[in-house]
């Protein structure tokens, strides 16, 4: 009798009527711009069988958290402030809370002035010991130490960039490559990518011999990716409305191989690419274009070459950040004038996304990621 039992429960486990609560549905964080009556951040649950999202939370990030990175052993979510005062000081903003993976209830836990002001992003390096903030405002960038339970301490670095009223540097991008040995700054500003080496005892940026890397003029570098060996980088500007394939060398350096135009032949409004992501199994690699309201799909080949594989509606006005859920097979994306994330289905022979098969709404979305 207890045998038949056992093979009764395998039965139903097997058909997914009984849950061991191993596959709980993934936790999306979505930030934003808080004018009005916006908090800032919505936590969501996002069902991988349909793309259904169900909100769970809103919590106070601070004044505008339209950036954010985690730090998944610690359950800690650091968020900046794009602000030029912050708590009644001049620089940014930097807020990190506590998130309960379960619940998706937010604790907020430290506050911390940024020097200049005007950040746009962050990322933690690879050692996890350090924050990088790209302050677009302030033509800046800034390193910050943290603790080892991941709270930010202070500021170690800070570069300003020399600017007159011609040449206005505007850094978009700070991050580290897969391998955690160079860091890599995006100047949309400048039409430059700038290159870096960490020191880990100071928390000093100190650029490399061959540091700079120029890019034609009114490009605009915004966002960049790497392949999963860190050989390639692939990078979308914002102004020319292009993606480039770079060669990475094994000093860091960037060769560039490839250009190619982010907007459909023939498009005459005015369009302003913002976010690129590569495909879970490296296949694929897609870019937003606000204007156009399109996602652009690239096939990467064998030698890491990029080819048009098509491109589809963004679901909404202004795609300004979007992302690939855990599963690898939906594309879910922030809208920004439209106040909504749209969610699509990736076709995994061609692709292509397709759908939306969700909507929901959520004011001055900027900024979305699954946790760790």
């Known amino acids: ?7 009764i429960y395998l039965f139903l486990l ?5 849950s061991t609560g191993c ?3 993934p936790k999306l964080f979505a930030g934003g711009y808080s004018e009005g009556n916006a908090k800032g951040l919505s936590v969501f649950t996002f069902n991988e069988k349909d793309g259904n999202l169900e909100l769970l939370t809103e919590s106070d990030a601070g004044p505008n958290p339209s950036y954010f990175c985690f730090s998944g052993e610690n359950s800690l979510i650091y968020f900046l402030n794009e602000v030029d005062e912050f708590n009644g000081k001049t620089g940014g903003g930097l807020t990190t809370l506590k998130y309960n993976s379960k619940t998706g209830i937010c604790e907020k836990l430290n506050e911390l002035v940024v020097p200049f002001g005007g950040p746009c992003y962050i990322s933690r390096s690879a050692d996890k010991d350090f924050l990088f903030l790209a302050n677009y405002g302030s033509a800046s960038v800034a390193v910050v130490k943290l603790s080892k339970a991941g709270i930010p301490e202070r500021a170690t670095d800070s570069i300003l960039y020399e600017t007159d009223s011609t040449n206005v540097s505007h850094p978009h991008m700070i991050q580290q490559d897969p391998a955690g040995k160079f860091v890599y700054v995006t100047d949309l500003g400048l039409d430059r990518i700038m ?3 960490l020191n880990k005892n100071t928390g000093k940026l100190n650029q490399k011999s061959n540091g700079i890397c120029n890019v034609p003029k009114g490009s605009g570098p915004r966002h960049f990716t790497f392949n999963a060996e860190g050989s390639k980088m692939y990078l979308i500007n914002e102004l020319g409305s292009t993606m480039m394939a770079f060669k990475v060398d094994a000093k860091g350096g960037l060769e560039l191989i490839q250009t190619l135009s982010t907007i459909e032949k023939g498009f005459e409004g005015k369009s302003f690419c913002a976010d690129i992501h ?5 296949k694929f690699l897609y870019g937003s274009n606000r204007g156009e309201n399109t996602i652009v799909i690239y096939k990467i080949e064998e030698d890491g070459s990029l080819t048009v594989a098509g491109r589809s509606t963004c679901g909404g006005d202004w795609p300004r950040n979007f992302i690939i859920d855990p599963s690898g097979n939906f594309l879910l994306v922030g809208n920004q004038r ?3 994330i749209s969610v699509f289905r990736i076709n995994t022979k061609t692709g ?3 759908g939306p ?3 929901v709404k959520m004011e001055g979305v900027a900024c979305l990621k699954f946790a760790p």
């Not at 009798?1 to 093979?7: Q, R, V």
């Not at 097997?14 to 009984?18: H, L, N, P, R, W």
């Open 352 to 354: 292509i996304p397709e």
């Open 14 to 18: 097997s058909m997914g009527i009984i």
């Open 357 to 359: 098969v969700n909507n």
């Open 338 to 340: 439209s106040d909504q």
């Open 23 to 25: 596959n709980e549905n």
């Open 195 to 197: 290159i870096y080496d």
């Open 1 to 7: 009798m207890k045998k038949g039992l056992n093979l």
């Open 278 to 282: 590569m495909s879970m199994d490296g």
